[in-house]
């Protein structure tokens, strides 16, 4: 395999009430969380997508299928720690990634800092390696109507 390879994720949720919302790894207070199996850390998902797609290792409902009750309200983070060390496993580290969130609601500025620790904690990086954006869709489609939200992504894996 190549030293150096490149993964791109993109994930999307619904919003659901009575659901916390769980982004980056973290709680963030707001009225609604994401629909899904798991807990539908829409960012988590869209960046274990990228890191398994970079070796083209599946996706990640491959490896987590959303009928399997195991998988029942599962904590993303452990879902990425897993592929994380799949990854590992075969002697790569990740060089950077870049996400970004899009979402009307809620403002998530507040919250970056702490969603870049939780994922390099995660993926053995320094936050500096890490970035998180957010950006809105200017009000249009579902995520403009606040039905949803979308994360996307992409990571540089350097073989060690």
């Known amino acids: 395999m190549n030293k150096i390879r490149i993964g791109y994720g993109y ?10 919302l769980i982004l980056g790894g973290i709680e963030i207070p707001f009225e609604k969380g994401l629909d899904g199996h798991s807990d539908a850390d829409v960012l ?24 399997d009750p195991e998988f029942k309200n599962a904590d993303s983070s452990e879902l990425l720690r897993y592929c994380y060390e799949m990854v590992s496993g075969k002697g ?7 996400a970004t969130v899009i979402t009307e609601r ?7 800092k702490s969603m870049r620790h939780r ?17 809105t869709s200017e009000k249009m489609g579902f995520v403009g ?10 990571i540089l894996l350097i073989r060690d």
């Not at 994930?11 to 916390?20: L, P, Q, S, T, Y």
């Not at 994922?119 to 950006?135: H, N, Q, R």
């Not at 109507?145 to 992409?154: D, H």
């Open 92 to 98: 790569y580290s990740v060089g950077n990634l870049d």
């Open 119 to 135: 994922i390099s904690e995660i993926l053995d990086s320094a936050p500096e390696d890490i970035s998180v954006k957010a950006t």
């Open 145 to 154: 109507r606040e039905e949803g939200m979308i994360a996307q992504c992409v």
């Open 11 to 20: 994930d999307v949720h619904r919003f659901e009430a009575g659901r916390k």
């Open 106 to 112: 809620p403002k998530l500025n507040p919250y970056i």
């Open 44 to 67: 988590l998902h869209a960046i274990t997508d990228a890191l398994l797609g970079a070796l083209a290792l599946g996706d990640i409902g491959s490896h987590f299928p959303d009928n």
